[in-house]
């Protein structure tokens, strides 16, 4: 069970990005072993020589997932929207995970260019999924720009920290419950995906926690049940934290030894 | 006529940017092109004239996070 992205119900909360892996072997093995919903994929120079990118685009149909193409790497309104709309007719896909990045350390997205890019493109009949943080007076920017997908920032990309500000993720669950919403960026390893999805979130996003694995297919697969757990933990409605301790043992009938 | 495409000059005899994808080898091939910072789709490809020093870009399918 997961969220409608654009009227789309995918098969799985897990989103997979399909780069740094070892080898496009071990690529197709992380994917088989995942089983994602979509995967990302980017766009980037063609050689007439080597034709990287068609080898790379085989691969890619022979696994059979939906993409979610990106505009990695696009620091402005013009190339990100440029890029955006390359994507749509190299993949044919309106879906677009849009990125404009806005400072060089952290990878946070500039998000005054983003909501401008966001309305661009959504006024073009692109399908955005924006990579934003967890600000909630953005989000509504972003919503307001014609976004009906979030995709706030666990952490800085790649760095593999988790939910950095679980109390502002928590808010903006809290505050747009009908919006499908994506943990896309951050995540390190599987107990991270399922607190997001523990969290309420609708789907996460990894790329680096798998392909950087010393077995890329392993963490694939532990990413597959950790999602599940998640989703399955959600619809179970946890329990709600105390602050002091309370016995699951019953204390009453309890012998009275002392 | 001198053609920057993807950053690399190119002497070429081609007019036009659909006789430029197929006059260095690009036949084929799932490509998307940009021509001075501006998406040219697929259908303009052989209405969009090069003049020289135009700068091309020809992008294709990449992994991505």
């Known amino acids: 069970m997961t969220a409608h992205f654009y009227g789309v119900e995918l098969s799985s909360p897990l989103m997979l990005g399909t780069a740094q892996y070892p080898s496009p072997d071990i690529l197709r093995d992380a ?14 120079r063609e050689s007439a020589g080597e034709r990287a990118g068609q080898a790379f685009w085989s691969l890619i149909r022979e696994l059979g997932v939906p993409v979610l193409p990106n505009t990695a790497g696009c620091h402005t309104v013009k190339e990100a929207v440029t890029t955006a709309h390359m994507a749509r007719e190299v993949f044919g896909t309106e879906w677009v995970k849009l990125e404009v990045i806005g400072e060089l350390d952290t990878l946070q997205p500039d998000v005054f260019g983003l909501v401008e890019a966001a309305r661009i493109l959504s006024e073009d009949g692109f399908k955005v999924f924006p990579y934003t943080t967890e600000d909630l007076v953005v989000a509504e920017r972003l919503l307001a720009a014609g976004c009906d997908v979030l995709m706030p920032w666990g952490a800085p990309i790649g760095s593999g920290k988790g939910l ?14 009908d919006v499908p919403l994506v943990v896309d960026a951050g995540i390190g390893v599987p107990s991270h995906a399922a607190q997001a999805l523990e969290l309420g979130y609708d789907a996460v996003l990894i790329n680096t926690a798998v392909a950087k694995a010393g077995d890329p297919a392993v963490m694939a697969r532990a990413f597959r049940l950790a999602v599940e757990a998640g989703v399955l933990a959600c619809v179970a409605d946890p329990m709600e934290e105390r602050d002091m301790a ?8 309890k012998a009275m030894l002392a | ?13 081609a007019t036009t940017l659909a006789a430029l994808i197929d006059e260095l080898g690009y036949g084929g091939a799932r490509i998307a092109t940009a021509m001075n ?9 052989d209405k969009t004239a090069l003049n020289d ?11 991505g996070g």
């Open chain 2, 53 to 63: 020093g135009a700068q091309v870009e020809i992008v294709a399918p990449m992994q």
């Open chain 2, 37 to 45: 910072g501006s998406f040219v789709p697929v259908p303009l490809r």
């Open chain 2, 1 to 13: 006529m001198k053609i920057v495409v993807n950053d690399e000059v190119h002497e070429v005899s």
């Open chain 1, 164 to 177: 950095n500000n679980i109390f502002g993720l928590r808010a903006l669950r809290a505050h747009f419950p």
């Open chain 1, 31 to 44: 994917v088989q072993a995942a089983q994602p919903g979509v995967v990302t994929v980017s766009l980037r």
């Open chain 1, 246 to 253: 309370v016995p699951s043992t019953p204390v009453a009938g």
